[in-house]
Structures are given as C-alpha cells and as structure tokens.
C-alpha cells in the first residue's frame, strides 16, 4: 500500500512529490538529461542571460544572446512536455493506490 500519496494531502509535500518525480526521470531518461545538461552549458556559457533569468537584471543583448535565449525556451518546452508526461503518469499511479486504498479496486 502507498502510505504518502497524492491523495493524502495531510501526509505529504505535493511540491516534494513533483520534485522527486523530476529526479527519477533525470535519472531513467537520457535525453530529458541531455536537454538539462544543454540549457546549463547555455546559462554557463552566457552570463548576459544568466544576469537577466536569474539576477532580474536590464541588459542588452547581442545577436547571439537572442538567438540562443531563444533556444533556452524551446529546450524549456521540450523539458516541460517531459515533466507534465511524468506528472501525468504520477497521478494515474497515485489514483491507483487512491482506489485501492478505498476499495474500489481489488487485488
């Protein structure tokens, strides 16, 4: 049995939950590794788009910053179809236990 599912709310950190699941797909999923490798390589690479994602800072950009801050948002969609699938799939998983635990399913 689950003992600290999404469905109990009282006994877990559904931030936690997510974030456990995003490690669990680094660590079985090669190219959703590869994609977070590829945006750190690009933040470290670029300090102008460091300043301005993460210090919230005004600065200019060359032609090469823009083109790869858009690359860092399509890397970031490609990482977010693979974060809601595993999401997804999470919650199938946790209605399973949830209905087992209230017995509507029956081993």
């Given amino acids: 049995m689950n ?21 669990a797909l680094k660590n079985k999923n090669i190219e959703y590794k590869k994609l977070l490798e590829e945006v750190d390589n690009i933040m470290e690479s670029y300090p102008n788009l460091q300043q301005i994602l993460e210090d919230d800072k005004e600065i200019n950009l060359t032609k090469t910053d823009c083109r790869m801050l858009q690359k860092l948002f399509n890397l970031q969609l490609d990482i977010s179809q693979f974060e809601e699938q595993e999401i997804f799939f999470l919650g199938g998983k946790e ?11 029956k081993e």
């Avoid at 003992?3 to 490690?23: H, P, Q, R, T, W």
């Avoid at 209605?95 to 399913?105: E, P, R």
């Fill in 3 to 23: 003992e600290n599912g999404l469905y109990d709310l009282e006994l877990c950190d559904f931030s936690e939950l997510i974030s456990d699941a995003k490690v």
């Fill in 95 to 105: 209605a399973y236990f949830y209905f087992k635990n209230i017995g509507i399913l």
